[in-house]
């Protein structure tokens, strides 16, 4: 039960009302007319409870993949409890912890490459987004970035600047100012060579398209990197959604013969039980940009003791053999689980891809998906999204934990909304 304004709040519709009434009405609604007017009670791995106890879903979305692990993954809860009964709390931003040089030093040990071994920790990629662009900046002295168009680096300061789809980016709600130039195609050198110009201070881009979670050709990053290097651009990688193991690998860099001068990673590192992000970086970006003045960077809250703690904990499980070999395992059956059911309903499904546990299948059209979308959610699968750009897919974005038969029962959800969906075509025809 839940009680605003002295007025109880019993049911998720109650709850979804109010906030039609009073918060944000546009993103209710919108939830409301997927069939997801759901609130969440208990959560436990895989698997979430709305309120009522009445409803259970399996969580395909991960918030973008802020329960990467998991809700409530026992050895980060635990971290956290631990944390503090030891008496630590947010601390003071001026005095120094062992805590941050402790995650400093892991995320070091396990950076994709050995010279980005210097970071910053904050509370969100957004914010590691808008550190990296602004080191960037001074760095080159040039005060333009490059993006891919539909990428997505978040929804404040100068990350919202670099994200610039029609449908997520906000650069027109608000008429922001410009500062960035976009990659129109996903993976195409020879537009990316046209576009890395002298005004350019970075290029930052996904290691997948977030879209389509389709990979790049290794040869594209290889050429990325080359060409950066070249003109003095500099060339971040924003890991938040494909790092610490969703692509298989604990980076999913590791995979592509790339040199970053900066890594973004987030999300996950929260372990969906509190903040954490970080920029990791080469040493001589972090010399120029922190030491050379006495607020090059403040925040009351990052980096914080038990931000740190957390952190470090999801760092340990993110990195251990048993999950990555899960990842890489479960990712092969569900997307090749995924292809069998596009034999089957071929005139609904038309194909798979995959990065890891990032898997979409593609569908008809977008209204198609959308209709999956509410089929499968009513049987108790939450998926991602439908892709906002073609090919349209249906994204399932699960926790890295989840199991085979776990997978089966996603599987299953949609190979009877797919026959449902059939039977519905054939008979308004």
Known sequence: MTSVNDK???????????????????????????GAEFVIGKREGVYMWDIEGKRRLIDCGTGGGVHALGHRHPEILAALRQALDDGRDTGLWSVPNAKYLELQDKLAA??????????????CSTLSVDLATMFAFRVTKRQKML????????????????????????IDHYNL???????????DIEELDRLLT??????????????????????????????CKERGVLFVVDETRTGL?????????????????????????????????????RAEIYEQCMNQHRFAYISSLGGNEISCVVAAKVLDVASSPALLENVRKVGAYLHNAF????????????????????????????????ELYRKILADGVLCHSVAEIDPPGLKFFPPLVLTEAEADQIVDALDRAGSSLRKSVKSAA
């Open 339 to 370: 292809q069998a059911l596009c034999s089957k309903h071929s005139d609904v499904l038309k194909g798979v891809t995959s990065f890891g546990l990032a898997v979409s299948v593609q569908v008809a059209n977008r209204d198609v998906g959308r």
């Open 245 to 281: 193991g969703r692509s298989g690998t604990l980076w999913a860099s590791e995979q592509y013969d790339i040199d970053p001068d900066m890594m973004i990673t987030g999300k996950g590192l929260s372990g969906g039980l509190y903040p954490a992000s970080a920029v990791l970086m």
């Open 198 to 227: 002298s005004e350019i201070a970075a290029f930052i881009i996904e290691p997948m398209d977030y879209e389509t979670f389709e990979a790049a050709s290794k040869d594209f990053f290889t050429q990325a990197s080359r060409l």
């Open 8 to 34: 109880e709040l019993h049911t998720s519709a109650e709850i979804f009302d109010a906030f039609i009434e009073r918060s944000w009405r546009s993103n209710a609604e919108r939830q409301k007319a997927k």
């Open 147 to 170: 993006a891919y168009r539909y990428g997505y680096h978040g929804h404040t300061g100068f990350a919202a600047i670099v994200t610039g789809s029609p449908e997520e980016g906000i």
């Open 110 to 123: 396990l950076a994709p490459k050995a010279h980005l071994n210097r970071s910053v920790i904050t509370l």
């Open 177 to 187: 100012p410009s500062h960035a130039n976009f990659l129109e195609r996903f993976g």
